[in-house]
T-cell receptor, first 115, second 109 residues
């Protein structure tokens, strides 16, 4: 019953460093998402993957790249971290992209600080 | 595109009721409700599809008025465990999904 697993849970980066956030789900969901959460701004979509082999930009994609490695795994990469990317990052999955009857299952989050 | 939630914050005593509203400027296909406790991930509560249905989850229920493009979450006889931030998420008829900015709910003894 793992659901959605994210690693790492915490990370501190220096400006300009790169890193990859990992996400894996074991619910056989087709769609996966990366959100960032900032105080007072709710959850904003960075990138999503409707199904294995496809990825698309969300509301705030600048500075990020993603890879849908297989049906289970969806990673988020910061190529050159900036202080504006300090945030809490959540991975989520759902059975299908057009959410309709299906809610999101979220991972536990990654707290990223860029100094 | 982002739905607007009201109020932004509310403090209740145990046993009191609360209503959280979610309003969109776009025609909606569905509304989701999530609860997030401090330092944790959001947890899915319920989905409402267009048609004005009302759903319930323990003592938490919700309604969806598609004509007004609004949804309301009702918490009755609140418990300490209800504390957290509540988010609505709206899927519009263009298949776009957005989360609201959240409503902080604090239940005190």
């Amino acid at each position: 019953n793992a659901g959605v697993t994210q690693t790492p849970k915490f990370q501190v980066l220096k400006t300009g460093q790169s890193m990859t956030l990992q996400c894996a789900q074991d619910m056989n969901h087709n769609s996966m998402y990366w959100y960032r959460q900032d105080p007072g701004m709710g959850l904003r979509l960075i990138y999503y993957s409707a199904s294995e082999g496809t990825t698309d930009k969300g509301e705030v994609p600048n500075g990020y790249n993603v890879s849908r490695l297989n049906k289970r795994e969806f990673s988020l990469r910061l190529e050159s971290a900036a202080p504006s990317q300090t945030s809490v990052y959540f991975c989520a999955s759902s059975a299908r992209l057009v959410v309709g009857n299906y809610g999101y299952t979220f991972g536990s989050g990654t707290r990223l600080t860029v100094v | 595109q982002q739905p607007v939630q009201s109020p932004q914050a509310v403090i209740l005593r145990e046993g009191e009721d609360a209503v959280i509203n979610c309003s969109s400027s776009k025609a909606l296909y569905s509304v989701h409700w999530y609860r997030q406790k401090h330092g944790e991930a959001p947890v899915f509560l319920m989905i409402l599809l267009k048609g004005g249905e009302q759903k319930g989850h323990e003592k938490i229920s919700a309604s969806f008025n598609e004509k007004k493009q609004q949804s309301s979450l009702y918490l009755t006889a609140s418990q300490l465990s209800y504390s957290g931030t509540y988010f609505c998420g709206t899927e519009n008829t263009g298949n776009q999904f957005y989360f609201g900015t959240g409503t902080s709910l604090t239940v005190i003894p």
